[in-house]
Every structure is written in structure tokens, then in C-alpha cells.
């Protein structure tokens, strides 16, 4: 038995004398929804197939967490929550099914959070784009708590300093969301302001028929927004520029670059960065401008340029909303990363270990040359350990998957993590080693314990590099805790 469309979409109406029960609740998605439910004073439960430290915390916030999954588990009259990822077949969502409960997408309950009758806020902000969405989302939280906005923010990853993925704000003024692009469910959201990082093909299992369908996506986005929304383009991606020309009348259209590129005569608010450099271990400061207008330096604490676009995206929006900027610099340079974002998750025999969420061929790019930068002035090395993620992607992106490792030294792939997809001839992890330009790369298979993977870097690293493991699967768990062993 699935759950049609229909089922998942329809109108969500909330009320807190009515239990609300999260089928995958430890998500990171998830469990920021449940936090901001249990928050607001809502009955919350919800499952999962094993403990974290999500469902720990929504557990001491009061919330009825279930490891394993039963249809007893289902207060009565529940509301049902549910990810595009969760198994039909689940006998919680069976049970909803047989008994007429509502099931609703997370995209629906966010929405409802973000600009709902009763949990809604008066200004709504959503981070969209193929890529850098948690990160910006992340810095803009964070950037905007500090200026004291106290937003309401819902993020994949966990923010610095504040160590949580959701904040309640307790005014219901602004609202900060990651808009997710990846199962087309971002058509679900209005908000006030949208950040369009940058548009790439990505998510090949849904959008079979290529870049035209995330375009298509973005631009039925575009058309749903209210006259007078703010949107906040990166003027030097070639896909957002091409969404931006179809940008429907009435919506405000602002231009962010990464780098020099404008005059300051255009109409649009215009931010951009001048004289951007690298100034320790790979991350990058400049001065940020609005059109002819210096508004400060920004001095970023997490590797990489495109970080530095991304403390901008960052800025552009609290500037939007009056902050200051003072505030908001000194915020983002007290930003230390997400997690899974080159999160530092150990050391080893004086090597660092380092872990990122990179699966697409330019974050793969970005997140090397990162690491590469932050080396500089040292003789150690990036060792790569690489996790391709889905067989549609790899397949989608193969040319592009290729030729993006040359900033890696030492170079090891590893097997595709399926997520429940079917093999697809060729696309194995064995063929890609082989075929892959990097004059480095090996193919180890990955087992349980990781015991080969470990072993072939014992051998070959030495003080001073950096090993890097990169995808969306379970690589993520290769070096947490091996530093201790």
C-alpha cells in the first residue's frame, strides 16, 4: 500500500489538542519540526529505526519517542508526518492508511511553521539552490540571532554555537527555512525572501528529465511567491541567471556576486564583494558592498571562497531586514561550520580528519580545494576517501565526476551507497576508479567496520594531511571516533 500525492498534499490544519506523530523522526529535518512542535506546546511522538542524539533531545523536550517502528505507537487520532524517504510500507503509515488518518509531507508541516495561521511568522525567509543551502541557512540563523532578530529557524545540520538544528522565535516575527529542491516539494513554500544560490542538475531519480525539470521547479517557485517578494539571486551561476530572466512581474529581483563584477549602477540592490583573499588556513575575507557602498569586512572562519559567497548570502538578507552589519560580520566570523560541512571530527597521529557532506561534483570541487588551501605553507597532503551516493547521480554526472578530485593527493573510492535504488550497469564504484582522471585513485570496498578503508589510510597517511571523507551515505561514519582507537 503507497501513499498517493493527493494523500500528502492535502490541506494541513493545525491544532494542538490534536497529537502530532513523526514517522523517521531522527532526521535532522524531522526532529527540527518536532523540536519547534514540542515548543509551541504541541503533543509530539514520533519513531525511528535507531537512537541519536536527535530523538535523545526531543525525548528530554517531552516528546514520546519510539525506537522501531509499530503501529502501537500511533496515538489515537494522530497526524502523521513522513519524508519523502520513508518506506510505504511502514505499519505506522499502514495503520494511518487503514484508519483514515491524515499523513502529511514534512514540506507541508514547514510550510504551516513558516507561514501558517497559527504557528506562521510576518517575514519568512527560505535558502534555496542545489548547493550551500544548509550552510547559508546555518550562517543566516545564527547571523540574525546575534543581530537579535530571534528567528524562528529550521536547518539540516546543526548550527555553531547555538549546537541545535531549530529555533523557536519568540515573537513569531521572522522565520528562517532550508527549502528543500531535491523531490520537487519546494512548490509547497511563499516566503518573503528566497535565496537561489545556484542551480545545477542534481537529484537525477527525480528529475528524469534533466536541468529543464529544476528549472521548471524553480520557475513554478518563482510563479506561487506574493507581489512584492524579495528574491535573491547569485548573479554568476548561468542557471539562476536564466531563472532570474523569467522572473514573474512583481517580485523584487537582487543580484549577489561573489566577486567584482558590477558597476553599482544597476536598479536592483546589488551585494557584492571586493578584494576577497585568503587570509588563514583557507578561509577568505572581503569587503562586502550594496551597489557603490562599502558596508564592511566580512572574515569568514570556515575554509573555502565559496563560504565567503556564502557569509554574503548571508548578510544580503539581514541587511534586507535592517540589521547591522557590524552585528552580523561578527557573527559569521564566530561561525565555525554544520555539521557534516568539512566538520573536523578527529585527529589521528597528528593527521586531521575531517568529514563533509559533499555528493555532487561541485561540492566535491569546492570542498577540495578547501582543503587544499587550508595546507598551504605545509607539506601535508588531502587524502580523499569518496562515497558515491545513488546510482542515477552517478550516472547523470559521470563526466562531471571524473575530473572533479584533482586537488586531492591521495585519492580512494569507495561503493555506492544505493539508498534503496537499484543497481544500474556500469555505474559501479570498480568501473569509476578505473575510469576516473586522477592519477591516485584506488578502489577499496567498504565493509561493515570499515576495517580496509582504515587500513589503507594507516598506511599512507602522515602527520600533517588531512583525510577527507565526502558523500551523503554512511561514509560519514568512517572517521568519527577513530581518532580514539
Not at 517575514?123 to 548547493?131: C, F, K, L, S
Not at 550497469?425 to 575510469?435: I, K, V
Amino acid at each position: 500500500m503507497s501513499i498517493s500525492t493527493e494523500t500528502l498534499n492535502q490541506p494541513l490544519h493545525l491544532d494542538k489538542a490534536r497529537p502530532v506523530h513523526f514517522v523517521g523522526v531522527g532526521g535532522v529535518g524531522m526532529s527540527g519540526l518536532a523540536k519547534v512542535l514540542i515548543q509551541s506546546g504541541f503533543q509530539v511522538s514520533g519513531s525511528d529505526l535507531s537512537a541519536s542524539a536527535y530523538t535523545e533531545e526531543l525525548q528530554a523536550l517531552g516528546g514520546h519517542i519510539f525506537i522501531g517502528h509499530a503501529a502501537s505507537q500511533v496515538p489515537k487520532s494522530a497526524m502523521l508526518i513522513v519524508s519523502s524517504s520513508i518506506d510505504n510500507q511502514n505499519p505506522e503509515i499502514a495503520l494511518a492508511l487503514e484508519q483514515g488518518l491524515e499523513i502529511h509531507h514534512r514540506s507541508c508541516l514547514l510550510r504551516e511553521v513558516m507561514q501558517g495561521a497559527l504557528l506562521g511568522h510576518k517575514t519568512t525567509i527560505g535558502i534555496t539552490g542545489t548547493h550551500g543551502k544548509t550552510s547559508i541557512t546555518g550562517m543566516t540563523g545564527l547571523a540574525l540571532k546575534l543581530a537579535g532578530l530571534d528567528p524562528t529557524v529550521v536547518v539540516g545540520g546543526k548550527m555553531p554555537r547555538l549546537n541545535t538544528n531549530a529555533l523557536l522565535s519568540p515573537n513569531q516575527q521572522y522565520a528562517v527555512a532550508e527549502l528543500d529542491e531535491s523531490d520537487g516539494t519546494i512548490v509547497q513554500y511563499q516566503p518573503s525572501v528566497s535565496v537561489v544560490a545556484n542551480l545545477e542538475l542534481d537529484h537525477a531519480d527525480h528529475y528524469t528529465n534533466g536541468l529543464e525539470g529544476v528549472l521548471d521547479t524553480f520557475r513554478t517557485y518563482l510563479k506561487a511567491l506574493k507581489p512584492g517578494s524579495k528574491v535573491l539571486y547569485n548573479v554568476t551561476c548561468p542557471n539562476t541567471q536564466r531563472l532570474m530572466a523569467d522572473s514573474p512581474p512583481g517580485l523584487e529581483s537582487i543580484l549577489i556576486a561573489p566577486g567584482d563584477v558590477f558597476t553599482g549602477q544597476e536598479q536592483q540592490t546589488t551585494y557584492w564583494l571586493k578584494n576577497a583573499r585568503p587570509y588563514s588556513k583557507g578561509c577568505y575575507q572581503g569587503y562586502v558592498y550594496r551597489n557603490t557602498k562599502m558596508l564592511g569586512e566580512l572574515n569568514m572562519s570556515v575554509p573555502g571562497l565559496h563560504n565567503l559567497f556564502n557569509g554574503l548570502c548571508a548578510v544580503a538578507v539581514g541587511d534586507q531586514l535592517g540589521a547591522d552589519f557590524d552585528l552580523l560580520a561578527e557573527a559569521l566570523q564566530a561561525f565555525t561550520g554544520m555539521g557534516r560541512r568539512f566538520e573536523k571530527v578527529g585527529e589521528r597521529n597528528h593527521t586531521l580528519l575531517v568529514d563533509d557532506y559533499a555528493h555532487h561534483p561541485s561540492e566535491v570541487l569546492v570542498t577540495l580545494k578547501a582543503a587544499k588551501e587550508s595546507l598551504q605553507g605545509t607539506s601535508g597532503r588531502v587524502i580523499a576517501v569518496f562515497q558515491p551516493h545513488r546510482y542515477s547521480r552517478l550516472q547523470a554526472l559521470w563526466e562531471e565526476f571524473l575530473t572533479c578530485f584533482e586537488d586531492a593527493d591521495l585519492l580512494y573510492l569507495t561503493d555506492v551507497y544505493a539508498a534503496h535504488e537499484p543497481v544500474i550497469p556500469g555505474m559501479t564504484a570498480d568501473a569509476f576508479a578505473q575510469a576516473v582522471k586522477h592519477p591516485n585513485a584506488h578502489y577499496v570496498p567498504l565493509t561493515a567496520d570499515f576495517g580496509a578503508l582504515r587500513a589503507a589510510l594507516q598506511a599512507e597517511m602522515r602527520p600533517g594531511d588531512i583525510v577527507l571523507s565526502m558523500g551523503a551515505g554512511n561514509i560519514t561514519k568512517l572517521l568519527r571516533n577513530w581518532s580514539a582507537e
